[in-house]
T-cell receptor, first 109, second 116 residues
Framework: RKEVEQDPGPFNVPEGATVAFNCTYS??????FFWYRQDCRKEPKLLMS???SGNEDGRFTAQLNRASQYISLLIRDSKLSDSATYLC??????????FGKGTSLLVTP | GAGVSQSPSNKVTEKGKDVELRCDPI?????LYWYRQSLGQGLEFLIY????????KSGLPSDRFSAERTGGSVSTLTIQRTQQEDSAVYLC??????????????FGPGTRLTVL
């Protein structure tokens, strides 16, 4: 069983829509959590860290539920440029990131 | 400033050959990581270097894989006797190692390896 599980999608949403992605992680000892964004045939780039208290960065909101071992990402007012694959990441060791397979998002005009 | 660079960007090789992949981390970053991303799979951790400490090789899939980091900067990942299942994108990342969990890792563009 993979340590980080995500719905692969694809999620097809119109511009301006709100979309939410979820992921679960299996190791309760995981320390840090992130969302990375990966464009087609490009390297992953950090989108945001995820904190227990929840955190927001512009149109993006991340939530962590340690009891349920569940992480979420909410994107409001979707833009065409948000189209990408979103990778959920749990960090157990402090360096060896565990990546989910990613959720594909396509925002259409 | 300059990001993580990797070379070559693409490598096609025949089964059984050895390949070397190079990574130049961001200047001043003490931590360096190798991952691979196979088609339809998530990124898989391979190896971690931190300063002069012994590397964590726990993610290397077989003894055909090895990596070194000379002078605390450039790293080379070597795959001996390549197999078709080694075909993947090999990604290098570096981080400043500020000392806490969750040190941000910055990824290079990757080397796309195809084993025929």
């Amino acid at each position: 069983r993979k340590e980080v599980e995500q719905d692969p999608g694809p999620f097809n949403v119109p511009e301006g829509a709100t979309v939410a992605f979820n992921c679960t992680y299996s190791n309760s000892a995981s320390q840090s959590f992130f969302w990375y964004r990966q464009d087609c045939r490009k390297e992953p780039k950090l989108l945001m860290s995820v904190y227990s208290s929840g955190n927001e960065d512009g149109r993006f909101t991340a939530q962590l539920n340690r009891a349920s071992q569940y992480i979420s990402l909410l994107i409001r007012d979707s833009k065409l440029s948000d189209s990408a694959t979103y990778l959920c990441v749990a960090d157990l060791s402090g360096y060896a990131l565990n990546f989910g397979k990613g959720t594909s998002l396509l925002v259409t005009p | 400033g300059a990001g993580v660079s990797q070379s070559p960007s693409n490598k096609v090789t025949e089964k059984g050959k050895d390949v070397e992949l190079r990574c130049d981390p961001i200047s001043g970053h003490t931590a360096l990581y190798w991952y691979r991303q196979s088609l339809g799979q998530g990124l898989e951790f391979l190896i971690y270097f931190q300063g002069n400490s012994a590397p964590d090789k726990s993610g290397l899939p077989s003894d055909r894989f090895s990596a070194e980091r000379t002078g605390g900067s450039v790293s080379t990942l070597t795959i001996q006797r390549t197999q078709q299942e080694d075909s993947a994108v090999y990604l290098c990342a570096s981080s400043p190692f500020l000392g806490g969990a969750g040190d941000t890792q910055y990824f290079g563009p990757g080397t796309r390896l195809t084993v025929l």
